[in-house]
């Protein structure tokens, strides 16, 4: 299985339109190189592609910066004679976030890719950010269910199984159900024929006994890097929320995601939905630093991997 960072930034991106912060200042187009300093490079919104075969691909959610993630990644066109056509073979979303989903509308012309997520997330896709009804005005989609803890088969190779990770429902979400434990998911995909797996998990409240079976025994893990502190948006005076508020633990500290996941034997750890703050992002940093040396990568988009 072939694996692709197409976008390792949270929300926003990396640099953020409207972000004064210092990693969005230094990722500014021709900042970097007029110092000279190249020390924070611009990263695309938060999605992955993953291939068991190489031609065919799946996207792991889909962000509003997949027109550019695709000129990066041709592959992604595809090959083929017909009029109309990509490489892409479905796309699976772990949440119902704005970041996770608007490059499904951008996916509007014309080739029905599958869609797939937990029923709860496509309630909220239908009702609260309607981008399936919108959607299947174009094209009717279909959409397959993934049911927490039930394998499903993607393709002959590729095969996915969603878990719980947080219960958490996007802002624009003005209900509460009782049940929210298909509100943000990880997803586990193995290949077949390699015999690889990996596990995608962007919004990690905590460490759960669901995500320790999870990653059990995986070759590559890519983690939710969002935040490097609890009040690093507070702080900074760009937010009233912590990143706990945000369904986000922070690497850093005793008991951040640094400690645990450094810990685990998977041969490719990395954090990926990197928020545009988080100090670790900036290569001449201690913080930067001090990730790299404890095994872990922090993801870059176009970072490819082999399980
Ligand atoms: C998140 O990851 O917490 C969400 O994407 C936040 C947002 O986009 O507002
Ligand atoms: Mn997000
Ligand atoms: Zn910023």
Known sequence: ??????GAAAGGGLPQWNCRCPNCLLARPGVS???????????TQSSLAVSGDGASWFLLNVSPDIRQQFAAFPALYGAGDSPRGSAIAGCLLTDAEIDHTTGLLLLREG?????YSTALVRDWLDRYYPILPILSSFVPRTWHALTLGQPTALDARLEVTAFPLDAHPPRFVTETPNDLAESVVGLIIRDQQSGGTMVYAPGVAKVTPALESAVAGADAIFLDGTFWTEDEMIRRGLSDRYAADMGHMPV???SGSLAWFSGLGAAHKVYVHINNTNPMLDTSRAEYAEVTRKGVRIGEDGDEFEV
């Open 1 to 6: 299985m072939r694996i692709r960072i197409l």
């Open 33 to 43: 190189a007029r110092s000279g300093a190249g020390s924070v490079s611009p990263r």
């Open 111 to 115: 080739t029905a890719i599958p869609i």
């Open 252 to 254: 850093s500290g005793e």
